[in-house]
T-cell receptor, first 113, second 109 residues
Framework: IAGITQAPTSQILAAGRRMTLRCTQDMRHNAMYWYRQDLGLGLRLIHYSNTAGTTGKGEVPDGYSVSRANTDDFPLTLASAVPSQTSVYFC????????????FGPGTRLLVL | GQNIDQPTEMTATEGAIVQINCTYQTSGFNGLFWYQQHAGEAPTFLSYNVLDGLEEKGRFSSFLSRSKGYSYLLLKELQMKDSASYLCAALDSNYQLIWGAGTKLIIKP
């Protein structure tokens, strides 16, 4: 089934640990995004990529890094996790840019203790 | 600053009609999206408006007034499965989406 997959589904992480959230899409979309969603707040863009080999910073990039080595994969890395990074993380993709429909993965629920 | 305002929560009755409002203030404007998000799930696309007016899609319609910075989502013939959060998002001049916090819609029988 075409779409976006994310792994892990959920994770409990000790503060200070490094963690990579995985995201893979099979729709051959050029643009990909990472969001965090916190209670009472809208989705906030962490990083994005308009095409393989390029990335950009969103609204809340500090403490996170991304890479886009190929079209399908867009991993998000927390170099040294802090409790404020406890959130639900969604990966999304669109054909070419944000002016088009974004398709979301099922999310990763992360708890940093 | 950029801002999206929508009500936190609304309650409606099965079979009725409900209108969810959204006002936006962004640096430039390139369109407005509505997404539906069921509890514990990912957002899914409902509608996109870039021109003024009403766009109808089955039981759901979306309206945009660019001069007023205002949009609404109209849901008709409400069903229990419509219980969800409805997210409004505006596309700014840099083609980045600014998201509202969402409106939680509770449908009662």
């Amino acid at each position: 089934i075409a779409g976006i997959t994310q792994a892990p589904t959920s994770q409990i992480l000790a503060a200070g640990r490094r963690m990579t959230l995985r995201c893979t899409q099979d729709m051959r979309h050029n643009a990909m995004y990472w969001y965090r969603q916190d209670l009472g707040l809208g989705l906030r863009l962490i990083h994005y990529s308009n095409t393989a080999g390029t990335t950009g910073k969103g609204e809340v990039p500090d403490g996170y890094s991304v890479s886009r080595a190929n079209t399908d994969d867009f991993p998000l890395t927390l170099a040294s996790a802090v409790p404020s990074q406890t959130s639900v993380y969604f990966c999304a993709s669109s054909e070419t840019g944000a002016e088009e429909t974004q398709y979301f993965g099922p999310g990763t629920r992360l708890l940093v203790l | 600053g950029q801002n999206i305002d929508q009500p936190t929560e609304m309650t409606a009755t099965e079979g009725a009609i409900v209108q969810i409002n959204c006002t936006y203030q962004t640096s430039g404007f390139n369109g407005l999206f509505w997404y539906q998000q069921h509890a514990g799930e990912a957002p899914t696309f409902l509608s996109y408006n870039v021109l003024d007016g009403l766009e109808e899609k089955g039981r759901f319609s979306s309206f945009l007034s660019r001069s007023k910075g205002y949009s609404y989502l109209l849901l008709k013939e409400l069903q229990m499965k419509d219980s969800a959060s409805y997210l409004c998002a505006a596309l700014d001049s840099n083609y980045q989406l600014i998201w509202g916090a969402g409106t939680k819609l509770i449908i009662k029988p």
